[in-house]
């Protein structure tokens, strides 16, 4: 665990825009003693940054190497080509979450697009501003990067530096590969959680007090700001309206089905629908993003101070890493379970060495 | 955390279905002491139920005061049957998670029902099975009685005692209030659920390696089980189809809008169902069973054997017992997010020491 001596850019960097994802850009570089010159439209945004350690006010007396353009999506475009215009020598990207949109707006306009590369880092939260800032907002996180057909290698390198020097892992895709792949991971999910939630709008007190963690789970995102996801919508509609007919075409098979649940091949349907539903959650990638599936243990740990230290030092001495971890603790029992994940040429050899430790494997 | 030292019911209590539900009933009420008497359609199941300590092979020796039948929702009526005929003395409960079908059977079959009252707990996990069984499956958690007018409040104070003894919160309910707050609450989550994974079947890696915690959370519950959940919906699907045709109504203008964003009113009709959503998912409760929160903490580990250890071991030192554990690791990423949660009493301190000893917390 070293902390960072030296970015691998130069900078200064500009980031025009203080909310979420510019601020945390900034606090990162600040980490890495990267120079960081911020302007946000609203000067109260701009001070809060500042003053959470940002960066400092661009008052125009140093040129910037490189300009992150993190504003709302709609305003992109119209950014990016100010910037490209004020700063003939730097590199611009943006953050946005589609890059179709804004890319053929800078097209229209006629832009030089030497000298811009959009990209995208796969980081948020549910909450925005520069309050919820946070300088690990992208420690290991994708980082989208579109290059174009006669983009600047040297640009995509300093893109990829910065990239590096936040701690996100750059990913290169093409624009419209881009956008069809976040309205199948995030667009669609988004509208899909947020109308299940406005189905509980109308409900009892009584009935939402039955909710459990499942309902909890589905609905999280719906919190998200619909201000900001109109936007995002809009701009990916093509994509994003593609795979709601696919989801709504299932779910009228569903709705076919629970209407006449006896009919010959009702519950066949039902059965389909929902072993579908296991096949694709199954391809969900686990850590390092690999085909390969990790074996999981399942260890029962006591309740008390050291116990779970005790598990993970020894998995240490049988020199087995840890692929994923789940601890399952109920209120008030006096013992935990602790699913581990190892690699499944490791799984017999942990399980026979924590059971020669005393460890109790449940499963 | 005190053990407790008696019961409420006295028992015998017979458990007719030793999977995840009945040898949990059996182990929660082991635990207080109470005679349990275990029968399963499958030696197999039930012999495991019994090795892992959920009660004894019923004999037919001792006769039972309650009977808590823990079967497929399609064979509740039959056995509830058989047992009210069998045991003329016991009071029979159920503990599927729709109740309407199963009484209108146990009704057309002519069955006296002063004996019988419907129940479900709110309680379960992704793997089903006695080997997923707990104890503490139930604590903290509601936990539905369908009394019905004409219902023994004798029998019904028995079921609620059972309840109690295992940690539980029972919660009257009328039967079809019931069945139409599951169906919002679990069962139209369950094919919203299934229904987004689905999609992600014909993707490729590329995309699907740049899914975050949304899509995620949005697909966990669509592992679950087809069959179980065939049955579950197909014995409560007047109740969903109601819902999922407001869902669908809601997806249609989600989708007209999305088809001309450009179009009067279609970002405002956007907006309102987005915001929607962010009205219903507000209006679930807190976590149940939980009064007071605990505190998180996001601690930065480098991604090698034995740093989760190395961690653990120095909280066990630092004398801090963890409340809930969660990783966060991403694709390709050196270093995972472990984000721990301690009470709140003990959260400043942590922070000293953990940072005193080298840890990076983040936020």
Same mark, same amino acid.
């Given at each position: 665990m070293t902390v960072p001596s030296s970015s691998r850019i130069t900078g200064p960097v500009r980031v025009v825009g203080a909310g979420l994802l510019g601020a945390s850009v900034g606090l990162g570089l600040r980490a890495r003693g990267v120079d960081v010159l911020l302007d946000d439209a609203s000067p109260a945004h701009l001070s809060l940054a500042v003053d959470y350690g940002a960066g400092r006010p661009d008052d125009g007396s140093v040129e910037p190497q490189l300009i992150v353009v993190a504003v709302p999506p709609d305003l992109v475009a119209r950014v990016v080509l100010a910037e490209l215009a004020a700063h003939p020598d730097a590199v611009v990207t943006d953050v946005a979450s589609v890059k179709m949109a804004p890319l053929a707006e800078l097209q229209a306009a006629g832009a030089d697009l030497t000298?811009? /590369? @959009? $990209?995208? =880092?796969? +980081?948020? #939260?549910?909450? @925005? @501003? =520069? /309050? $919820? +800032?946070?300088?690990?907002?992208? /420690?290991? #996180? =994708?980082w989208v990067v579109c290059g174009r057909p006669g983009t600047d290698r040297a640009s995509i390198s300093l893109l990829e530096s910065l990239i590096l020097d936040l701690g996100a892992s750059p990913v290169e895709m093409a624009t419209d590969d881009h956008d069809a792949a976040v309205a199948l991971v995030s667009h669609t999910p988004q509208i899909v959680a947020s109308l299940m939630a406005r189905r509980l709008s109308g409900s009892t007190d009584a009935a939402l007090g039955l909710a459990g963690q499942g309902l909890r789970d589905v609905t999280r995102i719906a919190a998200s700001e619909p201000e900001l996801w109109v936007q995002i919508l809009g701009a990916n509609a093509p994509a994003v309206v593609e795979i709601l007919h696919a989801y709504r075409d299932d779910l009228d098979r569903v709705l076919a089905a629970l209407g006449d649940v006896d009919a010959s091949g009702a519950r066949r349907a039902l059965a389909e629908e929902l072993a579908g539903g296991n096949l694709g959650v199954s391809r969900l990638p686990g850590k390092h993003g690999q085909d390969r599936r990790y074996s999981p243990i399942v260890v029962l740990v006591d309740d008390r101070p050291g116990e779970l230290g005790r598990l993970f030092t020894e998995l240490g001495e049988i020199g087995v890493n840890l692929e994923d971890l789940r601890l399952e603790h109920s209120p008030g029992a006096q013992v935990g379970l602790a699913e581990i994940a190892v690699l499944p040429e490791h799984l017999q050899r942990t399980i026979e060495e924590l059971s020669a430790r005393g460890w109790r494997i449940a499963g």
């Open positions: 000298r811009y /590369i @959009g $990209s995208h =880092p796969l +980081a948020g #939260r549910e909450r @925005g @501003g =520069p /309050i $919820s +800032a946070r300088a690990d907002l992208f /420690i290991g #996180r =994708p």
